[in-house]
């Protein structure tokens, strides 16, 4: 059984760094087309994917905040970890983790599918002093 | 501003046919497979479509996806109120290199 469940701070103060804890289970962070997302939601708003790293240390980054990010994975533990530097209050989110899967087309040699087929339930994340 | 567009609501009554669309642009829909989320209230978003039409196990043939061009699209055959909630596409952005996501739409049924 495939499960992914995500921890960090509650409230976190301006300028601070915030470091969220994706543990997982059910599958392995050795598997070349299997990653894992981190997505967020500020309340009331669309869902913003923010990176992912799949097995080769591949990493992608939202190009809005890729300065600000930093995404990190301990195959051992089943754990990825994100850290976002200097947060401000429009940082205040649910921020997800979501197992994410891709495929290879041989034809184009693009990963050309990309999908989160498991998410854990989410943490929410409040930027406040 | 989503690199996605979806219309911000649709509205259906039991039985009929609703569907969402989903835009974007070569670099994104018209050269990657599209996938489709749920998410109901107060809950994490759940996948429903991916690879533009392919249903995960479990999720009911009521839900349908297609593809054409740099627009995609969302079908929910006989909608029911349990599926009141928010529907996000998403998909891989080339140019960019990151997953893009649609602004969502809200599905109300009346």
């Known amino acids: 059984q495939v499960t992914l469940k995500e921890s960090g701070p509650v409230l976190v103060k301006p300028t601070e760094t915030l470091t969220l804890t994706c543990t997982v289970s059910?599958?392995?962070?050795?598997?070349?087309?299997?990653?894992v997302s981190w997505i967020r939601q500020p309340p009331g708003k669309a869902l913003e994917w923010l990176a992912h790293?799949?097995?080769?240390?591949?990493?992608s980054y939202s190009t809005s905040l890729k300065s600000r990010l930093t995404i990190s994975r301990d195959t051992s533990k089943g754990q990825v970890v994100l850290t976002m530097t200097n947060v401000d209050p429009s940082d205040t989110a649910t921020y997800y983790c979501?197992?994410?899967?891709?495929?290879?087309?041989?034809?184009?040699?693009?990963?050309?599918?990309?999908?989160?087929?498991?998410w854990g339930q989410g943490t929410l994340v409040t930027v406040s002093s | 501003q989503s690199v996605l567009t979806q219309p911000p609501s649709v509205s259906a009554a039991p039985g009929q046919k609703v569907t969402i669309s989903c835009s974007g642009s070569?670099?994104?829909?018209?050269?990657?497979?599209v996938s489709w989320y749920q998410q109901l209230p107060g809950t994490a978003p759940k996948l429903l479509i991916y690879?533009?039409?392919k249903r995960p196990s479990g999720i009911p043939d009521r839900f349908s996806g297609s593809k054409f061009g740099t627009s995609a699209t969302l079908g929910i055959t006989g909608p029911q109120t349990g599926d009141e909630a928010d529907y996000y596409c998403?998909?891989?952005?080339?140019?960019?290199?990151?997953?893009?996501f649609g602004g969502g739409t809200k599905l109300t049924v009346l």
């Open positions: 979501a197992r994410i899967l891709r495929d290879y087309d041989v034809l184009t040699g693009y990963y050309n599918t990309y999908y989160f087929d498991y």
């Open positions: 059910g599958f392995s962070l050795s598997n070349s087309r299997m990653g």
């Open positions: 790293i799949f097995l080769n240390e591949e990493k």
């Open positions: 070569s670099s994104n829909i018209g050269s990657n497979y």
């Open positions: 690879d533009n039409h």
């Open positions: 998403a998909t891989w952005d080339r140019s960019l290199s990151v997953v893009v």
